[in-house]
């Protein structure tokens, strides 16, 4: 057996562990941008509490980018220009998906001359970044740990994965608190995104002990908990540990990879601009089915660390229904005729790769219509 073993540069997690974001980014430089999301992150006070605790570091933020759609290569231009018009010596990214994978592909691609589009498009560089600080919002996303931003890419149209090593986070401030604003619908979303985290790490082609120790604890976290924080965002247990779910699943995935859940969900997202949580969900069961032919142990013992019996991926279901969800496809948005375009970007995916079980594109076309 051998394997190996990336992890992040330093990750602080705890309740208001946020007032320790000064002190601990001073080391990095003393100019900064922060990339944000909507309006919640100022009403919520936790933008005060990240410009409260540099300003006592003596850290300046020298402005705020507010990325509020889809993240794409134009707003990941936008934060690197207002990085180096500012001479700015690092990029914090706080909030949900958006501003998180602007401002890690910002930090990245900080010292590169072209647009991003064309590094999304395989042009080869050498890394000339600068220091990304992660302080996620929402628990699902896991940007805090892998090394990886999600781009729209308006050439192909597809939603592509922008990796680099170097692309971690430096720091990474998890903070429970920070996430007992989120609506119910966006605690449900993130959550779901997590768990397909967990478990496509799981059953992935290059899973590891490691890795599988991991994957298992996140999903034990997650599942006892996503349902409770969705029907009260102010129970503080179910946050954290849906916050310490959402960062374990991704300290699993980023060893790993996902499957095909993943590499279907990422063009239905740019095709039909559905919530890549919300596809998640309903996408997961059905990949749960078709991957039971060579991974049900796995699956079982899943169901037995939570005392589930029966069917994982019907219960999975009945839990997405529970929390509201949209139940299938069409009712999130899927319209029949596009389906050449999104098996054409799906095996463009790596994710398909790790996936346990090859997928043909029959299989893609039959997954689809079993969550239409």
Not at 42 to 65: H, P, Q, T, V
Not at 99 to 119: C, I, N, R
Not at 209 to 232: F, N, Y
């Amino acid at each position: 057996m051998e394997f190996t073993l990336k992890f992040p540069g330093s990750i602080i997690f705890g309740e208001n562990s946020i007032e320790k974001l000064g002190e601990n980014t001073v080391k990095f430089g003393e100019k900064c941008i922060l990339v944000t999301g909507g309006k919640s992150i100022k009403e919520s006070g936790a933008l005060d509490n990240i410009l409260n605790s540099l300003s006592k570091a003596g850290i300046d933020c020298l402005d705020i980018y507010r990325a509020t759609t889809e993240p794409d290569c134009d707003m990941v231009d936008e934060v690197r220009e207002m990085a180096k018009v500012n001479d700015a010596d690092f990029i914090i990214g706080a909030g949900g998906g958006t501003p998180l994978d602007v401002a890690k592909a910002a930090a990245g691609l900080y010292g590169q001359e072209l647009s991003t589009s064309d590094y999304l498009n395989k042009t080869p560089y050498e890394y000339k970044g600068i220091p990304f600080i992660a302080i996620p919002t929402t628990s699902g996303t896991g940007s805090e740990i892998t090394n990886n931003s999600v781009l729209y890419n308006p050439v192909t149209k597809n939603k592509v994965s922008l990796a680099n090593p170097e692309f971690q986070a430096k720091l990474g401030i998890v903070d429970p608190v920070l996430t007992y604003n989120m609506p119910a619908s966006i605690t449900a979303y993130t959550g779901m995104d997590a768990l397909t985290h967990a478990i496509e790490s799981y059953t992935s082609m290059i899973a590891n002990p490691v890795s599988m120790t991991l994957a298992e604890k996140a999903v034990e976290l997650i599942m006892s908990s996503i349902e409770k924080a969705v029907a009260d965002g102010k129970d503080t247990v179910a946050r954290r540990d849906m916050a310490l779910g959402s960062m374990v699943a991704a300290l699993a995935f980023s060893q790993t990879g996902v499957g095909v859940a993943h590499a279907i969900s990422h063009p239905l997202g740019a095709i039909f601009n559905i919530p890549h949580g919300v596809l998640n969900a309903i996408l997961l069961p059905a990949a749960i089915d078709f991957n039971s032919q060579v991974v049900q142990d796995r699956y079982d013992r899943l169901a037995e660390l939570m005392g589930i019996e029966g069917n994982l991926s019907e219960y999975i279901r009945n839990m997405i229904k529970n929390m509201s969800i949209p139940q299938n496809l069409t009712e999130a948005g899927y319209e029949r005729g596009r389906e050449k375009e999104i098996l054409e970007m799906t095996f463009q995916s790596r994710s398909l790769y790790r996936n346990p079980r090859k997928v043909s594109e029959e299989d893609v076309i039959e997954i689809l219509e079993k969550c239409i």
